[in-house]
């Protein structure tokens, strides 16, 4: 009788090893999980948008594997170094490359 009282303690036990670790797979952070590049993209426009001195400017956003491309123009090469640095803040953006010209 002993040994089913320990067979079902430790059977219990690994269900519930089990069941956190599949759990515990779900909820890794975002940084281990790639990004779809249509999310990225949709967060580097917000990003932009977000900028009040990138107000105005035409800026175009594609994302391919994580690298971004900005392109389009804006008005100072502060806002080219600007666009490029808000980009590199987005989750899933690997490297930026920056397109931009000035108006």
């Known amino acids: 009788m002993k040994t089913s009282a320990s067979t079902a303690v430790l059977l219990a036990s690994l269900m519930l090893a089990t069941a956190t670790g599949c759990a515990g797979n ?10 779809a590049d249509d999310a990225v993209s949709s967060g580097v ?17 594609d994302t391919n594997n994580g ?9 100072s ?14 989750t899933g953006v690997k490297s930026v490359r920056n397109d931009l010209r000035l108006k």
Do not use: F, H
């Open 45 to 61: 426009r917000k990003a932009i948008a977000g900028e009040a001195v990138l107000k105005g400017s035409e800026i175009q956003v």
């Open 67 to 75: 690298v971004v491309q900005l392109s389009g123009y804006v008005s």
């Open 77 to 90: 090469a502060d806002d080219v170094a600007t666009a490029a640095a808000v980009a590199r803040t987005v």
């Open 26 to 35: 779900a909820a890794r952070p975002t940084a281990e999980r790639p990004v």
